[in-house]
């Protein structure tokens, strides 16, 4: 070691993008495989076909735009007000996918592999490789990441299906589990990533903006919720700030 | 099912795709040459949290589908219980989502 510290040698390209698969296995799939199990289900629920579900796991591979998407899809929204809504559910990706370049770029690797990777940004592989990358020999860093992120995308896509065959299949109150699954799982996430009074505003402004607006107008109401509420919570504790 | 139910829902998913991809894009684009602690990505992460919380309470006090066939008391004890569970078992989201989930099936398979 004491060179820039690599403490996380595997030795290889190869070997890393190994390591970054067996880095998926286990409890972060597991987690993330039961709420792709719940997203198959609720695809199912709303009588879509399971190439629907497995298109939009492969495609647009990050689970609170997907079942923002198909719930709308349900509820007949348009197709610009859905665009919408899952481009604002998931603009978290961009400040994510801005701090997690400079962790796994490495010189003489062509700019086109980062796009190509950067359809993987998502929390899960995010969390794991701002902790293990820094570690890392530079040559290793994108293969780690690559074959940790497509191994959690193998996995989702497997389980998207596997929710979609059990639901109707299994008794009903089975069914009903799955597809209460992603509710409880995305209200846990936001609940442990609230950090700063400003952002638990958010939730807080959102979770009554919510179903207040879907009882108005339920295909706009997301939209709605996230622009009014996001941005009364935002100027609420820019006010905080400049008070103080 | 009629054609246009078949291939729409793709059309959907496409732009819902797109729509999730300009963000990662546009995050290698602007690597670098951003903050991503100023003021205009705080307030995109409060639009992003507000409409996530807002779909999430509606996913549970107004569900569609087969969630909507138990009662609001049911839910409301569901995802409570979840609360306590994934805070008294250190953040554990297995225990939390287990916890919401079981609890619903039991409560409503019981009453």
Redesign the interface.
Known sequence: MGDGGSSRDYGGRRQAAWAGARRAVG?PA??LG??FIGFGA?VQ??G??LW?AL??TA????L??????V?L???GAS?AV?????????????????????VI?APGIP?WQ??LV??W?AVTAWVAAMRDCPAMPAEQLLPYFAGMSCTLWAVTLVTTAIGFALAGRVP???????????????????????RTR??V???????????A???LTPGW???L???????L??VT??ARIWQD | MPDSAVWWPFVVMVAGALATYVWRALGVALSGRIDPRGAAFEWIACVAYALLAGLIARMILLPTGPVAETALGLRIAAAAGAFVVFFATRRNMLAGVGAGVGLLMLLSWRW
């Open positions: 409890v597991l987690v039961a709420s609720l629920q709303v879509l076909s629907h298109f939009s495609t647009g591979w990050a609170p735009g997907q079942v923002a998407l719930e899809y349900s509820v197709l859905i665009a919408a809504a899952v481009a604002l559910t998931n603009a978290r990706l961009l400040p994510m996918a801005v701090t997690l370049m400079p770029r700019r980062y796009y950067a359809n940004v009903a109150i089975v069914t009903l589990g799955l597809v209460f699954i992603n509710p409880i799982y995305f209200m846990l996430v936001v609940a442990a990533d609230v400003t952002r505003l958010a939730a807080l402004f959102g979770a009554a903006c919510g179903p607006l879907y009882l109401s997301l939209l919720t996230g622009l009014i509420a996001g941005s919570a935002f504790g820019r």
